[in-house]
């Protein structure tokens, strides 16, 4: 049997679409095997979201070609979009695909095999070690796609929540990111394809479905009036599915009917990322984005009277060009009224071709190492403050993998400061990172992946912990459709149980 390797840099796009990609080569008759071990392909799925984020991908191609220089490798991906020629010089780079056809890949894969090897069948095996031979190119011009390249992910091979691709491009341009130019445009997954895909993952026993994008929220831009309102009550209708998860929204696409939708939903997580960037206006225009700091508070405000336990979480970028002490304690300040309950914080880093990048007034590092320290803290802080509302009270989990120390993994399932007894960790619809000890007699397979009723005991941090109460879901309920595995059972790479429970 043929075998093929991945291995995948980046964003939560990326990991989807290298399930995708995977499922075309196992119909093709492909084993999965690990990227460090000897395999006839690989796929580097790319990622060029930062300077290093190039490096890295660089790194990992080579490595592929040491590790078998006799097989086909392919690179896709951002990066792939981005700089084909640079990729195709690459010693032992057979492929270069670009981030539109990356469903094609097999059969490039196949041609590439055919062509190096005319007289063997597959598996490639007497490719010359340093490959000589020119690599091929199937990158064209991104940004005149206009049609989402559709791709079936029924299941997982080791998550307990399903991502769900919605939609593909972003039509933002903010300054500082390459992404449009990397993605192209929004083209949205037609609602009936989004549906179905839905319905099987809730019928492969996933609890929860986050649904993903590279602009989650520009969903339907390109659909004639259906928009990402239209497309959340639509997918409130699979009787199995139990959470649905919007990954990112930016502030400007919330309007007066998707916070009626939510409002209403009973399956929506009460959650939103809505990445604010920065709190001054000054600084929202020359990042080119489509809100002042009046309209987004505004529409968090909106959004806590029809919700009132909302958790908001987002994405500060510190030290972008221009960016004052005066400006920068505005952000802050903003920050703390508009009582997130986590931020990412990311230290402004200039991505060559970005207008950003050429702008004068960059930071020092100096500066946006202390801010960015500042706004660490302050997240830690509101963490604490958001996940003290909840204490005492119970909470829904559904348990992802055994909880572990985090400066202790092989200590898998061990409890906090020692406690005794198999933990699980999990996340509540409001995203709070809950860890729980399972009871004597409760098996921790039967509950992974299902929705538990946990009482939060102790606010820590980063985690909660809390006392599992009861299973709401049981994976019985299931109806499979045969050769699908159920949720958090018998996925490859599925956590490992052995631990002492009780
Ligand atoms: S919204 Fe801005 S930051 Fe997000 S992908 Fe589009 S251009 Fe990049």
């Given at each position: 049997m043929p075998t093929v390797a991945f291995h995948t840099l980046g964003c939560k796009v990326n990991f989807y679409d290298t399930e995708a990609i995977w499922r075309r080569f196992q119909d093709a008759g492909y084993q999965q095997v690990d990227f460090e071990t000897e395999a006839d392909v690989y796929v580097i799925n790319t990622c060029t979201v930062t300077n290093t984020g190039d490096k890295k991908s660089r790194q990992m191609i080579r490595r592929a070609v040491r590790t078998n220089p006799n097989a086909v490798v392919a690179v896709t991906g951002c990066y792939a979009q981005m700089a084909p020629d640079a990729i195709a010089a690459?010693?032992?780079?057979d492929l270069v695909v670009g981030n539109d056809r990356k469903t094609k890949i097999v059969d490039l894969v196949a041609d590439v095999q055919r062509e190096q090897n005319?007289?063997?069948?597959?598996?490639?095996?007497?490719?010359?070690?340093?490959?000589?031979l020119t690599a091929q190119k199937s990158v064209g011009?991104?940004?005149?796609t206009r049609e989402f390249e559709e791709m079936d992910?029924?299941?997982?091979?080791?998550?307990t929540r399903a991502n769900l691709k919605i939609q593909d491009g972003c039509?933002?341009?903010?300054?500082?990111?390459?992404i449009p130019y990397a993605r192209g445009l929004i083209r949205s997954r037609t609602p009936e394809k989004v549906v179905a895909q839905a319905q099987k993952l809730a019928k492969a026993g996933y609890r929860e479905i986050i649904l993903t994008?590279?602009?989650?929220?520009?969903?339907?831009?390109?659909?004639?009036?259906?928009r990402l309102s239209h497309l959340l009550q639509d997918l409130?209708?699979?009787?199995?599915?139990y959470r649905i998860r919007i990954s990112s929204i930016e502030?400007?696409?919330?309007?007066d009917m998707l916070i009626d939708v939510l409002g209403r939903s009973?399956?929506?997580?009460?959650h939103l990322h809505i990445?604010?960037?920065?709190?001054?206006n000054q600084v929202l225009r020359k990042m080119n984005r489509h809100y002042t700091v009046e309209d987004y508070a505004a529409k968090i405000r909106k959004l806590r009277e029809a919700l009132p336990e909302l958790a908001v979480t987002s994405d500060v970028i510190v030290?972008?060009?221009?960016?004052?002490d005066a400006y920068f304690d505005d952000t802050e300040q903003l920050i703390k009224d508009l009582g997130f309950s986590q931020l990412h914080v990311f230290p402004y880093s200039p991505r060559k071709g970005t207008p950003a990048a050429k702008f004068t007034d960059q930071v020092s590092n100096a500066v946006k190492e202390a801010r960015t320290e500042r706004l660490i803290a302050l997240s830690e802080t509101l963490v604490v403050d958001y996940a003290t509302t909840w204490l005492g009270r119970s909470v829904e989990v559904i348990p992802e993998e055994p909880y572990h120390l985090p400066d202790a993994p092989?200590?898998?399932?061990e409890g906090p400061m020692g406690r005794p007894g198999f933990w699980l960790m999990g996340h509540t619809d409001t995203y709070l990172k809950v860890a729980f000890r399972v009871p004597e007699g409760v098996e921790p397979e039967k509950i992974m992946g299902e929705v538990c009723k946990v009482r939060l005991t102790d606010v820590s941090g980063s985690f909660q912990y809390g006392e599992f109460e009861s299973q709401?879901?049981?994976?019985?309920d299931l109806q499979l459709d045969g050769n699908t595995p159920a949720a958090g059972e018998?996925?490859?790479?599925?956590?490992?149980?052995q631990a002492d429970a009780g």
């Amino acid at each position: 049997m043929p075998t093929v390797a991945f291995h995948t840099l980046g964003c939560k796009v990326n990991f989807y679409d290298t399930e995708a990609i995977w499922r075309r080569f196992q119909d093709a008759g492909y084993q999965q095997v690990d990227f460090e071990t000897e395999a006839d392909v690989y796929v580097i799925n790319t990622c060029t979201v930062t300077n290093t984020g190039d490096k890295k991908s660089r790194q990992m191609i080579r490595r592929a070609v040491r590790t078998n220089p006799n097989a086909v490798v392919a690179v896709t991906g951002c990066y792939a979009q981005m700089a084909p020629d640079a990729i195709a010089a690459i010693a032992g780079v057979d492929l270069v695909v670009g981030n539109d056809r990356k469903t094609k890949i097999v059969d490039l894969v196949a041609d590439v095999q055919r062509e190096q090897n005319p007289m063997e069948s597959m598996p490639l095996s007497n490719k010359p070690v340093g490959d000589t031979l020119t690599a091929q190119k199937s990158v064209g011009n991104i940004l005149k796609t206009r049609e989402f390249e559709e791709m079936d992910v029924p299941y997982f091979e080791d998550r307990t929540r399903a991502n769900l691709k919605i939609q593909d491009g972003c039509n933002n341009f903010c300054t500082f990111c390459i992404i449009p130019y990397a993605r192209g445009l929004i083209r949205s997954r037609t609602p009936e394809k989004v549906v179905a895909q839905a319905q099987k993952l809730a019928k492969a026993g996933y609890r929860e479905i986050i649904l993903t994008g590279i602009h989650t929220g520009g969903y339907g831009a390109d659909l004639n009036g259906y928009r990402l309102s239209h497309l959340l009550q639509d997918l409130e209708q699979i009787d199995e599915l139990y959470r649905i998860r919007i990954s990112s929204i930016e502030a400007s696409e919330i309007d007066d009917m998707l916070i009626d939708v939510l409002g209403r939903s009973t399956k929506v997580c009460r959650h939103l990322h809505i990445p604010l960037q920065a709190g001054h206006n000054q600084v929202l225009r020359k990042m080119n984005r489509h809100y002042t700091v009046e309209d987004y508070a505004a529409k968090i405000r909106k959004l806590r009277e029809a919700l009132p336990e909302l958790a908001v979480t987002s994405d500060v970028i510190v030290g972008f060009p221009g960016e004052t002490d005066a400006y920068f304690d505005d952000t802050e300040q903003l920050i703390k009224d508009l009582g997130f309950s986590q931020l990412h914080v990311f230290p402004y880093s200039p991505r060559k071709g970005t207008p950003a990048a050429k702008f004068t007034d960059q930071v020092s590092n100096a500066v946006k190492e202390a801010r960015t320290e500042r706004l660490i803290a302050l997240s830690e802080t509101l963490v604490v403050d958001y996940a003290t509302t909840w204490l005492g009270r119970s909470v829904e989990v559904i348990p992802e993998e055994p909880y572990h120390l985090p400066d202790a993994p092989e200590r898998r399932g061990e409890g906090p400061m020692g406690r005794p007894g198999f933990w699980l960790m999990g996340h509540t619809d409001t995203y709070l990172k809950v860890a729980f000890r399972v009871p004597e007699g409760v098996e921790p397979e039967k509950i992974m992946g299902e929705v538990c009723k946990v009482r939060l005991t102790d606010v820590s941090g980063s985690f909660q912990y809390g006392e599992f109460e009861s299973q709401i879901t049981v994976a019985e309920d299931l109806q499979l459709d045969g050769n699908t595995p159920a949720a958090g059972e018998s996925f490859a790479g599925t956590p490992s149980f052995q631990a002492d429970a009780g």
